[in-house]
């Protein structure tokens, strides 16, 4: 098992099967850069279901317990049920989830996706004021339709539900209690994300962040909380329980409350690229060499050496020295 500079081993797998979305929200893929002239990776370009299958073999070899399918919008990648299916069998991995922003989850598919063997979902929602929600999404999507996929995600069974909320001042913070009220008592688990900088495109400000512990107060004001103990090492969530037993809810602080020290993860994009941090500015080659017929234990030594030179800790250092990076794009590296 391969531990990086800081110490810090390698757990968990988050693999972009696209790098296509339907959606163009503000924070993540605004519109005036990724329009209609804007060059999404070619098909050949892509990983195969295969190819995913034996790197994850591959990086469960080396320790990885969870893998989290993402984008993009990973429901726009054709027959991921297949791909789900395959990871499903890979010895070592015990927690198989997806990232998704509902649009294409209907009860068929989320049936399909659990038969197939996902084990949870998490998706995202930024608001349940409509005008809010259709504004942030930049392609007039409806909320009735994402809570339509979180009942259908519910029946399949995909258990538990997580519900993504990037808060971003002036924009959605009004929607933070309207949000945590909507699903105390359900069983689902409100996540609240201060808005980062990832990439270099969605025009990020520091005075735009919503501290979490503001998020904490404003529930708490309505409800008594206090804090729960993580489920595991490197959780990325700091979660919050309701006194009176209805549930939880999550925040997720990178901007003020970073929590690098503890980061056991690393993301693999659709095109086979290796970043060992959401904010890197260069990825490590994998697909070359499987591709050009590079064995097993040669990839797995890339990985090892690769996550061995790993120090990455960017939000803990945070600040001018910083600005300007040319960071991976969110829609490529996956959330």
């Known amino acids: 098992?391969?531990?990086d500079r800081l110490g810090r081993p390698l757990r968990d797998l988050r693999i972009s099967v696209t790098d296509r979305c339907n959606f163009r929200c503000t924070y993540c893929m605004p519109r005036e850069i990724f329009g209609r002239d804007f060059e999404f990776l070619r098909r050949e370009d892509l990983l195969t279901f295969e190819e995913i299958t034996r790197l994850t073999q591959l990086f469960a070899h080396l320790g990885v317990e969870k893998i989290r399918l993402t984008g993009g919008e990973p429901l726009l990648r054709r027959d991921l049920e297949s791909l789900v299916e395959m990871l499903a069998h890979v010895k070592g991995i015990r927690d198989l989830t997806i990232t998704t922003n509902g649009s294409l989850l209907t009860r068929e598919k989320a049936r399909a996706l659990k038969d197939a063997g996902l084990h949870r979902i998490s998706i995202s929602l930024d608001s349940l004021d409509d005008d809010v929600f259709r504004a942030m999404n930049d392609v007039n999507f409806p909320v009735q339709r994402v809570l339509d996929a979180i009942d259908a995600a519910n029946e399949a069974g995909l258990w538990p539900i997580k519900i993504d909320m990037v808060v971003k001042r002036g924009v959605n913070e009004k929607s933070i209690v309207e949000m945590a009220r909507r699903f105390r008592g359900?069983?689902?688990?409100v996540r609240?994300?201060?808005?980062m900088d990832v990439g270099t495109t969605n025009g990020w400000r520091m005075e735009d962040v919503v501290p979490s512990r503001e998020v904490v107060e404003r529930i708490g004001r309505e409800w008594p909380v206090e804090p729960a103990h993580p489920n595991y090492f490197g959780e990325v969530a700091e979660r919050w329980k309701y006194r009176d037993g209805e549930g939880e809810f999550g925040v997720i602080s990178s901007v003020t409350q970073p929590f690098c020290g503890s980061c056991t993860r690393a993301r693999l994009t659709a095109d086979g690229q290796l970043y060992l941090c959401l904010f890197a500015t260069?990825?490590?080659?994998?697909?070359?060499?499987?591709?050009?017929?590079a064995s097993d234990e040669e990839i797995l030594d890339a990985i090892r050496v690769a996550w061995r030179g790993r120090d990455d800790r960017y939000s803990e250092i945070r600040s001018s020295e910083t600005a300007g990076l040319a960071k991976v794009e969110m829609s490529r590296i996956g959330g």
């Open 1 to 3: 098992m391969p531990l």
């Open 192 to 195: 609240f994300i201060e808005y």
């Open 186 to 189: 359900t069983g689902h688990i």
């Open 282 to 293: 260069e990825g490590h080659d994998l697909r070359q060499g499987l591709r050009h017929r």
